[in-house]
Structure formats: C-alpha cells, structure tokens
C-alpha cells in the first residue's frame, strides 16, 4: 500500500515519506525535546513520588538479568527498540501517515493527532494488562506520538522524529540499569 501511495504521488520514497536529513536546529530541537520530555514524564513524578522506578521497567530488568550477568546486557539486548523501532515507526506514522492527513482538510494539526492515537493503539501491549485497559499505561504512548508528531511538525524531517525517539528508547532501558545499580528509590 505504501509503495503504491508513492508510486501514485511519483516521488521518491524518501521525498513522500520526508525522510530528508534535519539541519543543525532541527536535530537541536529533537534533543531539545527529547531531554523535555524526560524532565517532565520522569522528574516531575520523581519529585512527586520520590520513587524513580515506578517510571521504569524495574521489574522486567530484574527478571531478565541473571545473578552474576553484566547489567549492561539489558540495555545492549533492547537495540532494536533503539534503531528499528524508529525506523520502522516514524516512517509510518510521522512519515507516510502525516503526508496523507497533512494534505487533507485536517491537515498538520490533525496529523499530529491522528498519527499519535495511531502510535498509540499499535503500543496496546502497554495498557491492555490481564484483559483490562489501564488507562494511565495508555495515555504514555498516545503523549510520545504528540512528542515524536511535535519534533516532526516544527523540524519538517521525520528523521528528527526519529532522533527523538531513538533517544526516548535508550533513556528508558539506560535509566533502568543505572536505577537498580546505584539503589536510586
């Protein structure tokens, strides 16, 4: 479907998808945001609660981490999220999705929430939990595609929406190791 859309427009896959390389400000503005974010979705709680790890995949690094195992290996086994979930996840939804609404009468602001409620729904692993919706758990991934749709509206690049969220997905796994290493609440 995507490549009968490009095939239709008669561009280039990255020109459709505006997979163009972001200048100077443009990558400043996807770390800009990127670092933010994490001071408002993980400080403020921090500051609220007094506990990092109710932010943070505790748990899950605990049980994947065997007595005796490098503690980095948690972050090194989840490169993926780090480099194709971007890849794969901008591209649809910040790069063909948005070109399609942005050129329809909803045009950009409607790309922006459109293509985070799409982001969100794809992540329903997050807030479907025992056959139930957890509401909170759902409203995490729906505020990182207006983050990610943010970066991409202001720096006109989908690659700095990918930036962003590459940055996002290393935080979470490296906050995690260094949260249990150093016993951080």
Known sequence: MLLVAVRIARESFATYCNLRRPHGAAVALAVGTFLVAEIVLRGIPYLATGSLRNNLPVEDYQAMIAPGMWPWWYVLKYWPAAIFAPLVEETAYRGFLWRGLAASRLGHGGSLLVSALFFAAVHYHYYIQGGQVVLGALISPFIFGLIF?????????????????????????????????????
């Open 149 to 185: 749709g943010f970066v991409r509206w202001r720096s006109g690049s989908t690659i700095a929406a990918m930036i962003t969220h590459a940055l996002g997905n290393i935080a979470l796994s490296v906050l995690t190791v260094l949260a249990v290493r150093h016993g951080w609440p």
